[in-house]
């Protein structure tokens, strides 16, 4: 297989599922603004909802990426992405980030919480997106 046919195949993705994950996409950019902006204006429990609320929308932005670009079964896009956003979350385990821009992009420490929140941003990612099968026997809709 040539390196043309792998990069086809890679971006072969349906339009109904690529639609799918531009609206997580969106909806995760939209959740992570609403948490800048909660936090902006102080509301209450602002640094639980900036520090975990954040991370979920985070965790759904990256699966939507991911989602455009990998073609794989939707579980194990959600796994990649968990793998991804828990090793990030790691890192200061091993290493202190010198400065603003580095210590925002990996954290400044390893929060346990902050992987719960990121299985549910996956989990929330995978089944959103997720096509709809219908039940077994339920009428077909016209």
């Known amino acids: 297989m040539e390196c043309g046919a792998l990069v086809l195949r890679i971006f072969d993705v349906t339009w109904a599922a690529r639609r799918r ?21 102080g509301g209450p429990g602002s640094a639980l909802v900036r520090g975990h609320v954040g991370d979920v929308a985070a965790t759904m ?7 455009l670009a990998w ?7 959600g796994v990649g992405t968990f793998a991804f956003a828990a090793a990030i979350e790691c890192v200061p385990l091993v290493w202190h980030a010198p400065g603003n821009v ?32 219908p039940r077994p026997g339920a009428p077909r809709a016209r």
């Open 21 to 41: 994950y531009v609206i997580l996409g969106f909806a995760a950019v939209v959740l992570g603004a609403s948490v800048v902006l909660y936090r902006r204006l």
């Open 61 to 67: 932005l990256v699966y939507a990426v991911v989602s």
């Open 102 to 133: 580095s210590g925002f992009l990996v954290g400044t420490q390893f929060d346990l919480l902050d992987l719960v929140a990121y299985a549910l941003g996956v989990v929330i990612a995978v089944v959103s997106t997720s096509p709809r099968r």
């Open 71 to 77: 073609r794989a079964s939707p579980w194990a896009r």
